[in-house]
């Protein structure tokens, strides 16, 4: 069963730090893209970051650059999302997003997304 559980949200202070996590199964996540999404109340969702399949090359939405990084563990089939000096404008619910190839065909797999609140 395809499977990607979010976990590591909640609610921080401003200039705090969160890390979260995303746990995947059921598809091939060592061959996958691996992104984190958001998306804030009445706005669309956005790509914060996105990592290679090999973990090798990485990119970054200006807003997350120099404050969030994205990492990954194949032999886990664990994608993290560091986020550090958190402002309130960072506020949303979270997605995990993997993007598999097979067979010259793209298939997008979503999470069910935690919510990260920034706020004093």
């Known amino acids: 069963q395809l499977q990607l559980v979010e976990s590591g949200g909640g609610l921080v202070q401003p200039g705090g730090s969160l890390r979260l996590s995303c746990a995947a199964s059921?598809?091939?996540?060592?061959?996958?893209?691996m992104s984190w999404y958001r998306q804030a109340p009445g706005k669309e969702r956005e790509l914060v970051a996105r990592i290679s399949s090999g973990g090798g090359s990485t990119n970054y939405a200006d807003s997350a650059k120099g404050r969030f990084t994205i990492s990954r563990d194949n032999a886990k089939n664990t994608v993290y999302l560091q986020m550090n000096s958190l402002k309130p404008e960072d506020t949303a619910v979270y997605y995990c997003n993997a993007r598999e190839v097979l067979l010259l065909h793209e298939f997008n797999y979503w999470g069910q997304g935690t919510q990260v609140t920034v706020s004093s």
């Open positions: 059921g598809f091939t996540f060592s061959s996958s893209a």
